[in-house]
């Protein structure tokens, strides 16, 4: 029985694959596929094109197609190339299923080679014809007869319609479905080791600016008389405040004892001074502000023109309070203005034997300086 059948079953596959090399050599697309399994294969895509082209192929010239299809965290991914006298084209299509891939590709390719391919529809495949039922045969009421339960088969579901995708330009991704794409893992910081540089030694601030003053003394409530002297002073600059130590001299004056006229009297004042001043107002070159100081020293008397000529001394302590005003109209030279009050904690008092007292100090005495700043 088999021996009998053997050539026509010979016949009947020769015939196949001599139609199969028919269609493929009318077809307008040469096609090079390759994918998973259980994708479409690339004579299902050949058959596809040609059928949404509807014959308006150009077998004499078919689009030489070349697709890779690849699988990627559970989607699959095709990448068409095609040549042509322009250059060569990609276009890259993913879809969730690689059956719903392989109906985009071949509707890319038929657009590659018919861009009108979705004015005029394809033609619609013949209607299926509906299978035909069968009725069960009649029997008698009393008649116990097994009827067939088989089902009835569910009239064919309507097939849903196949939306073109739109026109994409060479190397664009375009998804099919829209099922949302799993975002990429965030990369892992870096972690940086810390730098084994030692750090530097920090930088030690510059020393406070220095400056020498020198200056000239009037003095009023010393002495009996206005005096004129002279003095200097160091001091030593932090931010806006400077600290001051220095020292004076009011030189010998004399005067007449007002009760008898031949006999003089000579007096001298050595101090030494500490203070401190504040800038409450910095605009170069100029610069104002308070001072306070403390000043102890020495006054010194002598009497002349009488019988029994002497001298003496006494201790001379002193608050005093003021303002001082500088102006740097070279730098680092400035000219320096000052004035100020004190009081004296100490009165001392200059007697003479057989005169009695001749001169006190003033309960308030006050000071004004004039002199030059030279800062460095």
Excluded at 44 to 52: F, M
Aim: contains cysteine; charged residues 20%; hydrophobic residues 40%.
């Amino acid at each position: 029985m088999l021996r009998a059948r053997a050539p026509s079953l010979i016949v009947a596959v020769l015939a196949s694959l001599g139609l199969a090399a028919d269609a493929h050599a009318s077809s307008g697309v040469r096609l090079r596929w390759s994918a998973p399994e259980g994708c479409p294969t690339a004579e299902a895509i050949s058959a596809e094109v040609d059928r949404l082209l509807g014959g308006r192929g150009s077998p004499e010239a078919p689009l030489d197609v070349t697709a890779e299809v690849k699988r990627d965290a559970g989607r699959y991914r095709v990448r068409l190339e095609t040549r042509s006298d322009e250059g060569p084209r990609v276009r890259e299509v993913d879809a969730a299923s690689c059956a719903a891939l392989g109906e985009a590709a071949a509707l890319i390719i038929a657009m590659m080679i018919e861009p009108d391919v979705l004015a005029e529809p394809p033609p619609e495949s013949p209607p299926r014809p509906e299978p035909k039922r069968v009725e069960p045969p009649k029997v008698a009421p009393t008649t116990q007869t097994s009827i067939d339960s088989t089902p009835e088969p569910s009239p064919p579901r309507p097939e849903p319609q196949r939306v073109a995708p739109p026109t994409v330009p060479p190397t664009t991704r375009t998804s099919i479905d829209s099922t949302p794409k799993p975002s990429p893992p965030r990369p892992e910081p870096q972690r940086v080791a810390p730098s084994t540089v030692p750090p530097s030694a920090p930088q030690q601030p510059p020393p406070p600016p220095m400056a020498l003053f020198v200056r000239a003394l009037a003095d009023v409530g010393s002495f009996p008389a206005p005096t004129l002297g002279f003095g200097a002073a160091l001091s030593l600059f932090v931010g806006r405040y400077r600290l001051e130590a220095g020292i004076s001299y009011l030189p010998t004056r004399a005067f007449a004892f007002p009760t008898l006229d031949t006999a003089t009297g000579n007096i001298d004042l050595t101090l030494a001074h500490v203070g401190a001043c504040a800038a409450f107002l910095q605009r170069r070159p100029f610069e104002l502000g308070p001072c306070v100081s403390f000043e102890a020293g020495r006054i010194q008397s002598a009497s002349a023109g009488i019988s029994s000529p002497g001298q003496g001394a006494a201790a001379w302590l002193a608050f005093s309070a003021g303002g001082r005003f500088a102006w740097t109209f070279a730098r680092p030279v400035s000219l320096v203005v000052g004035v100020g009050a004190g009081v004296p904690v100490v009165h001392p008092e200059l007697a003479v034997s057989g005169l009695g007292a001749v001169h006190r100090a003033s309960p308030v005495i006050g000071r004004a300086e004039l002199g030059f700043e030279v800062r460095f």
